[in-house]
T-cell receptor
Framework: GQQLNQSPQSMFIQEGEDVSMNCTSS?????WLWYKQDPGEGPVLLIA???AGELTSNGRLTAQFGITRKDSFLNISASIPSDVGIYFC?????????????WGLGTSLAVNP | DTAVSQTPKYLVTQMGNDKSIKCEQN?????MYWYKQDSKKFLKIMFS???????INETVPNRFSPKSPDKAHLNLHINSLELGDSAVYFC?????????????FGNGTRLTVT
């Protein structure tokens, strides 16, 4: 099935560093979602983006809906050990069609205290 | 309090057996999903039901049969289990509206087929 290009695949950083990851698509999306998955749990929504150019923050997390509608990035500032996990982007290609999101392969984040 | 709950959390069984995973959501959502997450962590949609009606049926072996008795429940029955069925299965729910609500996931069922 269709997948989003999500990068980097993995990151190993020091506590306190900033993190940036992004997703790109060959087609236009109407919605971008960022999820985090902790070990042994299901993905949890971090940020939802619905408009091209939209910049949204959630605490230390900031995400943007690319102006071309084909990409999105997620930044984490001043990382802490509990930021460890897998981050997924997901996009919805059609209006009103929440039923079939397209997912990235995930970015695995490790934080060294 | 749990929004999307699925049982069991762990399921270990032998090849050829039949097993079921249950899912319930108390969010009042009208759409429910089953996803499969493989060892590489890729999330692959399997099925989606909207108000008890099947709306997404990806290329999944017909050994997998979803059943939605009402819009708050979506169960997954698997016949003749194979080694390749080992994975984590996630149930999720959402509300189809404009803009659409994001998916809420359960905590997964780790299926191990030996």
């Amino acid at each position: 099935g269709q997948q989003l290009n999500q990068s980097p695949q993995s990151m190993f950083i020091q506590e306190g560093e900033d993190v940036s990851m992004n997703c790109t698509s060959s087609s236009i999306f109407n919605t971008w979602l960022w999820y985090k998955q902790d070990p042994g749990e299901g993905p949890v929504l971090l940020i939802a983006l619905y408009k091209a150019g939209e910049l949204t923050s959630n605490g230390r997390l900031t995400a943007q809906f690319g102006i071309t509608r084909k990409d999105s990035f997620l930044n984490i500032s001043a990382s802490i050990p509990s930021d460890v996990g897998i981050y997924f982007c997901a996009g919805q290609p059609g209006a009103g069609n929440n039923r079939k999101l397209i997912w990235g392969l995930g970015t695995s984040l490790a934080v060294n205290p | 309090d749990t929004a999307v709950s699925q049982t069991p959390k762990y399921l270990v069984t032998q090849m050829g057996n039949d097993k079921s995973i249950k899912c319930e959501q108390n969010l009042g959502h009208d759409t429910m999903y089953w996803y499969k997450q493989d060892s590489k962590k890729f999330l692959k949609i399997m099925f989606s039901y909207n108000n008890k009606e099947l709306i997404i049926n990806e290329t999944v072996p017909n050994r997998f049969s979803p059943k939605s008795p009402d819009k708050a429940h979506l169960n997954l029955h698997i016949n003749s289990l194979e080694l390749g069925d080992s994975a984590v299965y996630f149930c999720a729910s959402s509300q189809v509206e404009s803009p659409p609500s994001p998916l809420h996931f359960g905590n997964g069922t780790r299926l191990t087929v030996t």
